[in-house]
């Protein structure tokens, strides 16, 4: 329980899955040349209101502070004093780092200014979902500044390719990269680029978004510089981020009847070793031998190169009920450990995709068995998950008829690959089903000729799917 309406506690588990991803996207984003700051979470109400279109788009999801401090009446304890300007709790920072940027920056050398932020922000949902829409949530928010547009949209497409890259490798979920049409554009930007994996129930997640903001930000916020000819311009700036959502994802990605199922990179522990223990005299020797297996799988590598994460569970509860808390959460391999693997000098593990599968393997061997095992479940997750993907990408729709009794019809729907003459009131008419639109690169194409929804003659690649 939350306490707070739309909220969510995130319990260590859940919270150390989100500690790795961001120390893997922390690092590619540093490795770009972007540092890290802090903007304040309340920012004043005007500054939304210098870019109409971004505080349009944000207005029914704005949590707003309009009092401070609190006084005792009447019994109950009530707000006492009213703000001169009301405050927004932060739903997204374009606005508040557009104010610093206008301070910081003066000249051409000053550019490309890029900032990232890792922050909790708020987004006040009509109906909310774990980890997919929640009134708060963490993520990270990449700004930056540039001085041409190619630059901010190389920026952009950059960021773009890095979430597909990491949700690919590293969560083993596969995206459709690709282009939001114009009415799903982030509010106040020019394009909008989005990587959509597709959940087992065939429907769409957007799992992170990469903005060219063109100049409507810096014009709000009076963000200009001298060039090298010492002419005042513009800049052009981008904003990007990945947030919870992803851990959502890959819950509904990977998860069975039996819980989720982590790609070991995720996984805060690779291995999770069960001392089975029975009261018995033997109980202290066996933890020892738990202890022992752990060292000597953090000897081994992992498929980064790292040394497994090896965790000794030696809470007091029957083996059976802890490996079953550690295969519901997902622990990529299981070990259990009692007196006749200790006189045996050997292992009995669990591969979570293969629960019931027990292998036996001699101590010293065990290291480069695990290892070898996390490669071959990390390549397993993503290639079953390639495998939805391209089964679930529909081919053979050809009109609106035949979208809209597919999109009604089918339980699991999945995406359909056709053409789109680029009409909002074409994408439109098919939300009323649920249905967005992003529009492809050439790489991957379809042989239709006419628009899905219109049936007029068409060369718009897209992708039509119902989006959570």
């Given at each position: 329980?939350?306490?707070?309406r739309g909220s969510m506690v995130i319990k260590p588990w859940g919270y150390g899955i989100w500690e790795r991803m961001q120390g893997r996207l922390d690092a590619e984003i540093r490795r770009r040349g972007h540092e890290n700051a802090y903007f304040p979470v309340l920012i004043p109400l005007s500054y939304f209101q210098r870019e109409a279109e971004h505080v349009e788009g944000f207005a029914k999801e704005m949590a707003v502070v309009t009092h401070h401090r609190l006084e005792e009446k009447d019994g109950k304890v009530v707000p006492a004093a009213e703000f001169a300007?009301?405050?927004?709790?932060?739903?997204?920072?374009?606005?508040?780092?557009?104010?610093?940027?206008a301070e910081w920056i003066n000249s051409y050398r000053d550019l490309p200014l890029l900032l990232n932020q890792w922050a909790n922000v708020v987004r006040w949902e009509m109906r909310p979902r774990i980890f997919l829409r929640t009134t708060e949530f963490l993520w990270q928010e990449g700004h930056t500044a540039h001085?041409?547009?190619?630059?901010?949209?190389?920026?952009?497409?950059?960021?773009?390719?890095?979430?597909?890259?990491?949700s690919e490798q590293w969560l083993a979920m596969p995206v459709i990269a690709g282009e939001k049409s114009p009415t799903e554009r982030f509010p106040g930007a020019l394009r909008t680029f989005t990587i959509e994996a597709m959940m087992q129930d065939g429907k769409a997640l957007q799992a992170g978004t990469s903005h060219y903001l063109g100049q409507n930000f810096a014009r709000a916020a009076g963000i200009d510089f001298l060039d090298a000819d010492g002419d005042r311009k513009l800049v052009h700036t981008t904003s990007w981020g990945v947030s919870t959502r992803l851990i959502g994802g890959m819950v509904m990605q990977h998860g069975d009847d039996d819980g989720i199922r982590l790609p070991p990179r995720i996984a805060p522990h690779q291995v999770?070793?069960?001392p089975v223990l029975r009261g018995a005299d033997s109980d202290g020797e066996v933890r020892e031998y738990a202890l022992k297996v752990a060292e000597i799988v953090r000897e081994a590598k992992d498929l980064d190169g790292e040394p497994i994460r090896a965790h000794v569970d030696l809470r007091q509860y029957r083996a059976q009920d802890k490996r079953w808390q550690w295969t519901k959460k997902g622990a990529p391999v299981i070990v259990e450990v009692g007196p006749r693997d200790l006189e045996n000098e050997e292992v009995s593990w669990r591969v979570r995709h293969?629960?019931?599968d027990v292998r036996r393997t001699a101590l010293t061997a065990f290291g480069t068995a695990v290892s070898a095992a996390l490669k071959d479940l990390q390549d397993e997750l993503l290639g079953s998950a390639r495998r939805r993907l391209e089964e679930g990408v529909r081919r053979d729709i050809r009109t609106r008829a035949q979208a809209e009794e597919l999109f009604r019809e089918e339980a699991r729907p999945g995406f359909v690959l056709a053409k789109w003459c680029g009409s909002p009131e074409c994408e439109v008419g098919l939300k009323g089903f649920g249905v967005t639109i992003r529009t492809l690169p050439e790489s991957l194409s379809s042989d239709a000729q006419t628009c899905l929804a219109c049936g007029q003659p068409a060369d718009i690649e897209a992708v039509f799917g119902q989006s959570y």
């Open positions: 329980m939350a306490h707070v300007e009301p405050l927004v709790v932060r739903p997204t920072s374009e606005t508040i780092i557009g104010a610093s940027m001085a041409t547009a190619e630059e901010a949209v190389a920026e952009t497409l950059d960021i773009h390719r890095m979430y597909q890259e990491f999770v070793i069960v293969q629960s019931g």
